[in-house]
């Protein structure tokens, strides 16, 4: 676990716990000891495994964690995910924020998949965007990996996405990349976000890395695609589908962002029990 | 803005931005004014204007914002719903993680409307839980509010639920109430949940002030609200989905508590689009 | 411990040790082994071990901890009440910010037994309330639960009070109520401060759970109960003393709060002893 | 306000207000103003006054803040310590936390100008001590000094204490002194805990610049305060007592120091009525 | 300023304030203003100016703060580059940590100024690396800026450099940039570290965007140039001197990077003077 | 390792790492070891190896750490100081924030012992300053320590610095010493910083208990210690250099104090490289 995710949980449980759980603390020593197990009640894609037993170990360092799968592996409904034995109350003052944690990542990696799946064969990558829950954005994006997609920036500080916003502000594609190839730290590539297939071709021009065609039809997007030739990577964006997916894939893209990967991903039906106590 | 939601914004930005937004910064000067709209792209229920608003103002102290409307209001596709005058660098550094809030707590609202309309003219309350994003909590709940509906408790602190694995573990619900009445802050209510009406007569003969129905059939529902007799409240839970909602409803129970409100709700779409700089 | 404990904990050392303590440092090598004892230095109930032994952790993780008693016992002078045997350094530069958690914590549960005491054998709960030292208000309560009293609610959170500043403001105790009731999460308890008789006939009628009588004499709050008649729990609340808080449980109230449990408690004279080094 | 008590009141709200106040949130708009009184209900000494007042300006920047006295000044009971005007939110929310710091640290004053005025007409003066409550020794300190007391040191790291403890420990007190006169950062002074006159001659000799006398009968202060005959400063600690503090301060010590000021300081009585909504 | 630089000027602060500034607080009161004046006593490139009014107006809100000249320009000895009006205890308070920060950045915005115009009029530019002061990078990398230099990465996560260490243990360069090119974010940028020509060749071969050259001769820098041929972009780095500079960039490489610009840059000598009080 | 380091490592690692570290990540499974060496590669004295070490233990808990050698001990080129096994992802994503730390610690012990050296056989001590790097300044000192040097003071608070500003702004020496010496804290020591022989004596007469020699010349600085005759402290200060502190030293002074120590120290340098894996 990283440090970064090491808060995320951390405040996850004081958000949670808060002044206490009496519940727990009452109906039970502190020295009773349980086994439990999470199960999948639906298929999907698992991730986040690394996420629960981090925040199980934080309420109960000796519990005893083992995991029945890895992330990125397929589940079945009824399947045992994993298996806890330790602490009763660290097992029952944890399950709703590991739970959360398991859910809303397995979400995200089951919706990746789907869209991975429907473009098997192409040479294309899935990728996400910015649009993660706040405050989860290492997760949510660890969860497209596991679910087969690619990251795209993590922030605004690791490549450089020049917009329509930008553009016109700037006056100008040519003027902005100008100023941004002799100011900007060279070790950051710099996308250009177009909406035709003329502002493709000034893009590639003005030294654009990356060309974000955004929300242009298929016909267009395969017109740009072979106008740029390989000498910059195409990027397609905007209301992508899964219906829709393998039909932008097939214009020659390289890659296909979808948000709603991230800000739209139905949570996976898992549950913990206890089993003995 | 509570201090709490002051930090989850503060750490959304400082999770978006990080070491610096080299696009907005080397192509823009400091002092750069514009007016910049949000509009919706998509109708629904809108949460979370002050949180955007707040978001802005983290980076540009003196933006003027101007809502159009208000949190809880319906909005339709095309509508703008707030217009914004200020720094250009802090609008654009500021876009992604307000738009993030925003759409996220709106889908929220929409899902949990959908809910309460679906339930309208009966007497019953439309409740979250606990399955929230980890760290929004208090966002996600607002946004429930916004949607017309009620919080259920916040974490494990304001309010005792006894559930499945809490009774067995503690060796069946008669000697955990009798232990929680004597040791608990008697400022706390104690819900029990359980799964036959058997159970349900169990838990009020032992003192809950609350009964929870864990996926019980309509019919069982009634049949507990029927017995329980308005003695304790009585909460129907488990898989509720906007087309059963009502007929649960119908069964009587006092609230309806809603998971996937939540943990998946689809973000409403929304944009942002500089109108002039 | 919890995360806000030892949250708490952490900060109590950086508060003392700040840059540094040349004292122990200096005087003695990193790898220096002793044994030290906490002894009581008055007779009182003893709360705080688990929150001195983590505070000492912290500092010397291999530290072995052997307590003598556990937290709501009684001690008497002279008594040993913990040893410790581990690192030197560790154990002095501990020393102070143990031995101040453990005796404010033991101040607060002596003084707490004393009213636990003086009501025994009566149908009462001696309660806290927020009126607690900043920052510390999780761990005065649990001295009071250690004391034998029970803990009244943790925040503004975790249970509604409608004092009279509310019930003015909102024009009335009926409107306050009706408005509660309709909005307010309703797994909490809501709770009316009066001040009259008069008043908690109003409260009861406007639906109240719990009825807070301040500061009233004996026989206007034996009337209280009487006329509330087990349809609401009653508190009695506003200058309890030692002295008179039998006469006030005799009245029948469910609930005694005491605020000097914790904004007077006297600290527990306690002092450690290096025996070895 | 500095940065640290900035931080300590920003603890203290979310300790008390979480994940939030639906007492004053439902019952008031966000823009109800009110007016409101501050009053002592019992004589003491003020202390904490920017402190109370930062804390309402946390949840309220807008409001009026009149104070109608200063900390050290002596206030009877029933008068007016200050005024607020401004949100009635803001006012109902920061109420309690406000007087926790308020009466807090108005009795930690009132204590101190106790012991001060009991020695009145003496070259003494009166310290406090590192027994403060974990979290607020900054404004503990403060508040001794309020009182007309003066701060001893404010942890381990701004002057050096050599006790019993480190004495047995370093092989006697020249040993222990020739080590730390060599390597300690030499702008800070040295203190040595001596409970004899024979130790007293000892730390003197070894170069203590501050004798601490403890637990010594009065005679034995007399004549080690004449042994040492201004060659260091001379400190009694231990057991002091309101009663026996000017017998102690006729004893010629510098300094006496007495942790009760902070660590059993009863609260002064103050509270905050509404007085127009 | 951004949310990292502020938490950055809190903490410099909070480190040298500690708890409390006895000095200026006990000599002036609050309400004291002083105008006073900060003078580079050596010539050099400026940085730092917003840093440093920050720091002030943390401590002093309403301080008036008037710079002389901008980050960037050069200044000579005895030049007035800041003119402040406000409080005195806070002009005192912020002093030193002002400073620190004002020497620290001049200084290295003054050495990487001489680099930059070592190789002034060659199509070159000069890079820092990570080897800055650990909690200070965003600001160390803000000053080779002012200085007229270029960022490299800014950490692990905005850009994959591929070194020595890497390749031997992923078993060579091409195996490590396959699974790069198939995994890592494709927005990143892969750069190689090599340390001969037949290196440089392979690194090329495997797809490598920039291609290091580490310690290498200019003879070998101008042939792995020649040999790459702008297919890749070429960094010079390791034990890169002033007077070798320019030596290297005449081999034709696009960037330098030099450690010393951060690690080891001279403070550059400016003091604050009070003017009037 | 106390707080506060632990503190400066951990945000020091999350600078660097941030969001992650895809190289090692992608390149290398979790349960990879190797082992690696670090070496000095020029001469110096060695400071940092605990920090080193607690850097590594972060990311890799298990990690074996050997030191071949210890602080304040002086390395000579090619010598290696300290062998590591362990996760290899942990070494590799630990190098460089761990180098940082140790080649800063080791520049300024390495410019210590220079000066410390240059005075040897002299009654005379070599003091740092607080111009320390922002945030690191415990550090910092550390190094100083290790390099022989003693620590003024850490900051404002743990002793009091009259200087210039303050004596004009609170109208001479003898008004600002005489109310210093009846309110601050009576454990702190109070320099007076001075510019003339006559202002020494102003000092004295004042009661500083150190006084500070500021830019004075030799022959005015051997005056000033002639006349003070032991009756106070004397510190040199100003910029002073390795050719010219001994001339200083000769004066007679007690202490020399030397900002370059911290702020314009020369990183040593240092490198590591995994010899397995």
Redesign the interface.
């Known amino acids: 676990m990283?440090?970064?995710v090491d808060q995320?949980?951390?405040?996850?449980?004081?958000?949670?716990?808060?002044?206490?759980?009496?519940?727990?603390t009452?109906?039970?020593p502190e020295e009773?000891r349980?086994t439990?197990v999470i199960q999948a009640k639906e298929s999907g894609i698992l991730a986040g495994l690394p996420v629960a037993e981090a925040t199980f170990k934080?309420l109960a360092p000796d519990l005893i964690w083992q995991p029945k799968t890895r992330d990125g592996q397929s589940v079945s409904s009824g399947e045992v995910v994993a298996e806890l034995k330790g602490s009763?109350q660290g097992i029952?003052?944890g399950?709703?924020?590991a739970?959360?944690?398991l859910?809303?990542l397995s979400?995200i990696a089951t919706a990746t998949r789907r869209f991975v799946d429907a473009v098997r064969g192409l040479d294309v990558?899935i990728?996400d965007t910015?649009?993660?829950?706040?405050?989860?954005?290492?997760l949510d994006?660890y969860a497209v990996r596991a679910g087969g997609g690619?990251?795209?920036?993590?922030?605004?500080?690791?490549?450089?996405?020049?917009k329509d916003?930008?553009i016109?502000?700037?006056g100008g594609v040519e003027k902005?990349m100008k100023?941004?190839r002799e100011?900007?730290?060279?070790?950051?590539?710099i996308?250009v976000e177009v909406t035709s297939v003329c502002q493709a071709q000034e893009a590639l021009a003005a030294g654009a890395a990356?060309i974000m065609l955004d929300n242009m039809s298929s016909a267009d997007m395969a017109e740009a695609v072979r106008i740029i030739g390989r000498r910059a990577?195409v990027e397609a964006s905007g209301g992508v589908t899964l219906e829709g997916v393998r039909e932008i894939a097939a214009t020659g893209v390289?890659?296909i962002s979808v948000?709603?990967l991230t800000?739209?991903?139905?949570?996976l039906d898992l549950s913990l029990?206890?089993v003995s106590?």
Chains 1, 2, 3, 4, 5, 6 share one sequence.
């Open positions: 990283s440090l970064q995320i949980i951390e405040r996850a449980l004081d958000e949670d716990i808060g002044s206490g759980d009496p519940g727990s009452l109906l039970f009773a349980a439990a934080k009763l029952l003052m399950e709703r924020v739970l959360n944690f859910q809303r979400g990558k990728l910015r649009k993660t829950a706040p405050g989860l954005r290492v994006k690619h990251n795209h920036r993590f922030g605004l500080y690791d490549g450089i996405l020049v916003n930008h016109r502000a700037a902005a100023l941004l100011k900007s730290p060279p070790i950051l590539k996308e990356v990577l390289d890659w948000g709603a800000h739209s991903a139905k949570a029990e206890v106590a």
